[in-house]
């Protein structure tokens, strides 16, 4: 066991005086060098901006992922043309985000977003997280709205419905030339021009058109695609019932055949008012001989052109007719027709049908602006069975069909039958 060194006494003096302290070591020359200096700053630094980016991407990524504020679906529209910072307000404002417009600035900058936002309409999801937004408007899904062009209208009223509608935007230039237009339900985003849907309406009509005459029975006497609309604008007028259109096609075919007058009501309305459409009243007995380009009860064969807009339904049924000998149809009074090949049934159905009528109504006589001979009066079947000219398809009494403009306005009375 080593011995302690012994102690030297201290003088009661000495024992009050502080303790000496070693003086702190030099510090090397190396410590003091300035990259040393820098060196530490900048490691220092790092260490900061290390910690501070990880708390910023746990910050990002939980405003990114987390659940949104909407409490349902929502409709937002970015306009054209609007900025970053615009696109984070209108989103604000809608509800659609509640961070601050800067959180989405980065957002979109950390999903690399930056030149892909795309102005239109969109439906933003129930609690749609920051991310599904961005992503929402990335892709470009704008919201598609539908509308349905109903058969048989003209190209003019077609243009009417579509100026009326306020999501399209601009002016038609001019008036589509009539049948170019397929009738259908289309889909559009807000903002499509007036011309870029009747562009679309025209390309969707002769796709069609050329797919059912591909496919017509060549035994018709119609010569091209375009006699092939006319008569189905014809068809598409006279009845809405889709059991009844080849066989309507059937008996104007028929009357082709024979190279008798087609004498539809519709043609006289469409000679009359044009591309309007509807006449507003029952038709005139003296507007029944009215020389027209379109009175298919005065020209022989069918009218220059298309009286309205067919759809495919109607197309197909007059490519591919019912194969009957009728030449006669007249409303049955019960929504539909009664076909005839004789002109004796079709008076005996003419006379059932007013016969009913008179029922309903005490006066079924249609306005008549000159007298007529009480033997060839507006309404009179006449069952003679020396008449001179050719039997003659009915004017018929049509009730009104959802989604048809000319169909209620044909004429009033029971079918007008001549000698």
Known sequence: MSERPPISPRSPRAALEPEQVPPPPKRSDRARNPFVIVGNAIFTILIILMLGAGATYYYGKQALESPGPLQEDKIVNIPARAGKRDIADVLLREGVINVNPWVFI????????????KPGEYSFQKNASLRDVIATIVDGKVVQHAMTIPEGLTSEQIVTRLSDNDIFTGSVREIPREGTLLPET???PRGTTRDQVIQRLQQ????????IWERRNTDTPLK????????????????????????????????????????SDPTIIYGLVGGKGTLGRPIKRSEITQPSPYNTYVIDGLPPGPIAN????SLEATANPARTRDLFFVADGTGGHAFTETYDQHAKNVAKLRASEKQ?????????DDPAPAAAAPGTADTNPTATTPPKPTNQKKPPRSGRQGAAQQTNSPPVVQR
């Open 224 to 263: 091209s695609p375009d006699q092939l609309v006319t008569l189905a604008s014809i068809v598409e007028k006279e009845t809405g019932r889709a059991d009844e259109r080849s066989r309507v096609a059937a008996v104007f075919v028929n009357r082709l055949r024979q190279r008798m007058k087609l004498q």
């Open 360 to 368: 309903i109504q005490n006066d079924t006589v249609e306005p008549a």
């Open 186 to 188: 289309y889909k559009f």
């Open 106 to 117: 980065g957002g979109v900058f950390a999903l690399k977003a930056s030149s892909d936002l």
């Open 310 to 313: 067919p759809g495919r339904a």
């Open 204 to 211: 969707a009509q002769k796709r069609v058109l050329a797919e």
